[in-house]
């Protein structure tokens, strides 16, 4: 067991295309979490991370600030306490839309973050 502030972890560059998005992994296998790794992300106003998908279900919440769910053409307005689920290969990108950095939590399995290192929730493919 432990606990710290997630701000105790630094924050990663998602993608040099989208220097507006960042990661902070907060809860790993390093941690002994078996099961599921926790990531906080942060998207700056006017910025996104890319379209992707995965092959595994994503569950989102909207920590603080303003922002869209992007699906193709369709953008679905997020805000604060807002949840997010996503079936596995639903092509999704969060957008940072308010005057404040959009951040959210998002949960994915233990073999999908050691599949994707630099990337977990936000993974383009």
Do not use: W
């Amino acid at each position: 067991m432990f606990i710290r502030h997630y701000t105790k972890v630094p924050g990663v560059k998602h993608q040099p295309t989208n220097p507006g998005v960042s990661l902070r992994t907060v809860i790993s296998t390093a941690d002994g979490a078996a099961n599921f790794v926790m990531r906080v992300a942060q998207v700056a106003p006017g910025s996104s991370s890319a379209l992707h998908r995965h092959d595994y279900e994503h569950e989102v919440f909207i920590l603080s600030g303003k922002g869209a769910l992007v699906q193709g053409k369709k953008r679905s307005p997020l805000k604060a306490g807002d949840v997010v689920y996503l079936a596995p290969n639903e092509e999704h990108a969060f957008a940072g839309t308010g005057e404040r950095p959009l951040r959210l939590i998002c949960c994915i399995p233990v073999c999908e973050a050691s599949a994707h290192e630099t990337g977990g929730c936000m993974v383009q493919g």
